[in-house]
């Protein structure tokens, strides 16, 4: 069975699975109460292979931290590291400390069973400390903004169907390029699991020229206690164009996260 067949069973057996009473703070429209803390600690592989041959490999770990202000807003901040594995990754790193910052907010508004949030967050990494003076000879950081919307509508037993809309974009770039995704998919609470996936569509633009792929997504938790779930997520290239001709041949993440609410 290969990777794309096993998401798809995994999804398609726990979406209509039994619903359970417990919280759940594994879904991207959850914000922690006031005083709550949310950590989510996460390891990624991502392995992309172009038509002509090109592979690039990432082996990261993360963490993120988001606090509930209020009941309905919530600041975050994350840091990830880069790994420069010789026989897991493929990227030319300049050494194994290669770290990306995370800041940001996010604010949730209900209107009955229709569920809404707003973020806006800023990351940033230094492609100096990451690649080396001989590939990158400035220490500028590279800076990013990015906005996002999501709504949901809460079905009850445990079913949100939900999309979301994300815009990205480099700061302080002479030739600055606009990065897009939007998500639909559904987040199902089952006994002990709650299981997230749907279709993932990213779009750019670049001089004029645009990029147009499609992933599947998916993401499986388990609560080990109330406050404790412990889970696997990938997502699966299935199809669009490319620019500059590097079509891809097949692209694909698979990871691990530990869920922790205070």
Same mark, same amino acid.
């Given at each position: 069975? &290969?990777?794309? +067949?096993m998401l798809l069973a995994t999804a398609a057996v726990?979406?209509? %699975?039994?619903?359970?009473?417990? !919280?759940?703070? +594994?879904?991207?429209?959850?914000?922690?109460?006031?005083?709550?803390?949310?950590?989510?600690t996460g390891i990624d592989f991502d392995r992309t292979?172009?038509?002509?041959?090109? #592979?690039?490999?990432?082996?990261?770990?993360?963490?993120?931290?988001?606090?509930?202000?209020?009941?309905?807003?919530? #600041? $975050?901040?994350?840091?990830?590291?880069?790994?420069?594995?010789? !026989?897991?990754?493929?990227?030319?790193?300049?050494?194994?400390?290669?770290?990306?910052?995370?800041?940001?907010? !996010?604010?949730?508004?209900?209107?009955?069973? #229709?569920?809404?949030?707003?973020?806006?967050? $800023?990351?940033?990494? *230094?492609?100096?400390?990451?690649?080396?003076?001989?590939?990158?000879?400035?220490?500028?950081?590279?800076?990013?903004?990015?906005?996002?919307?999501?709504?949901?509508?809460d079905m009850g037993n445990g079913f949100v169907p939900?999309?979301?809309?994300?815009?990205?974009?480099?700061?302080? %770039? *002479?030739?600055?390029?606009? &990065?897009?995704?939007?998500?639909?998919?559904?987040? *199902?609470?089952?006994?002990?699991?709650?299981?997230?996936?749907?279709?993932? $569509?990213?779009?750019?633009?670049?001089?004029?020229?645009?990029?147009?792929? #499609?992933?599947?997504?998916?993401?499986?938790?388990?609560?080990? !206690?109330?406050?404790?779930?412990?889970?696997?997520?990938?997502?699966?290239?299935?199809?669009?164009?490319?620019?500059?001709?590097?079509?891809?041949?097949?692209?694909?993440?698979?990871?691990?996260?530990?869920?922790?609410?205070?």
């Amino acid at each position: 069975m &290969n990777f794309k +067949t096993m998401l798809l069973a995994t999804a398609a057996v726990a979406v209509f %699975a039994s619903s359970a009473d417990a !919280k759940d703070f +594994t879904g991207s429209l959850f914000l922690p109460s006031q005083g709550e803390v949310l950590s989510d600690t996460g390891i990624d592989f991502d392995r992309t292979k172009t038509k002509g041959g090109f #592979v690039e490999e990432d082996f990261s770990a993360s963490e993120e931290l988001t606090y509930g202000v209020t009941d309905n807003f919530s #600041v $975050y901040g994350g840091v990830a590291n880069y790994f420069d594995f010789p !026989k897991v990754t493929g990227r030319d790193y300049n050494n194994d400390h290669n770290f990306a910052y995370e800041l940001g907010a !996010k604010y949730n508004q209900n209107f009955g069973n #229709v569920l809404t949030q707003f973020g806006l967050g $800023y990351n940033t990494f *230094k492609p100096a400390s990451w690649y080396g003076h001989r590939y990158w000879d400035n220490n500028e950081w590279v800076k990013v903004i990015n906005a996002e919307a999501q709504i949901g509508y809460d079905m009850g037993n445990g079913f949100v169907p939900y999309a979301t809309f994300e815009a990205t974009s480099v700061v302080d %770039a *002479k030739d600055r390029v606009m &990065n897009y995704a939007a998500f639909a998919g559904v987040h *199902k609470t089952c006994d002990k699991v709650a299981i997230d996936t749907g279709l993932r $569509y990213e779009f750019n633009t670049d001089e004029g020229a645009n990029t147009n792929q #499609v992933y599947w997504q998916a993401e499986a938790d388990y609560f080990l !206690k109330d406050n404790v779930a412990l889970g696997v997520h990938g997502d699966y290239y299935l199809g669009g164009s490319d620019l500059w001709g590097a079509a891809t041949k097949y692209d694909y993440t698979i990871g691990a996260q530990l869920k922790v609410l205070f």
